[in-house]
């Protein structure tokens, strides 16, 4: 098993910076992906970003492109989004997800709210 656990939301206004963080422990995977996604109240989960752990490349939404920077600590088992010039559109939980085998997300976090106030 895989556990996640983020850290880093809270409430900002907009234009503000957060920086969440994904701590993750248990099973090891000799290749995965990392992930970020959101889920606004009404809304659908979206993917915001993916890294892949080990190679660090990358992928955004087009929503956060230039905004948000996803980043790894392999030391640490960690895995940080580094979010900039935030919208209130921007107001949502995220969670952190890890994709073992290259297919899809199986392992998710409990989740971080993230509030911002225009």
């Known amino acids: 098993q895989v556990q996640l656990v983020e850290s880093g939301g809270g409430l900002v206004q907009a234009g503000g910076s957060l920086r969440l963080s994904c701590v993750r422990s248990g099973r090891t995977f000799s290749s995965y992906d990392m992930g970020w996604f959101r889920q606004a109240p009404g809304n659908e989960r979206e993917f915001v970003s993916s890294?892949?752990?080990?190679?660090?490349?990358?992928a955004y939404a087009d929503s956060v492109k230039g905004r948000f920077t996803i980043s790894r600590n392999i030391a640490k088992n960690t895995v940080h989004l580094q979010m900039n010039s935030l919208k209130p559109e921007d107001t949502a939980v995220y969670y952190c997800a890890a994709n073992p085998d290259g297919s899809r997300y199986t392992y998710w976090g409990q989740g971080t709210q993230v509030t911002v106030s225009s």
């Open positions: 890294i892949t752990w080990n190679y660090g490349r990358t």
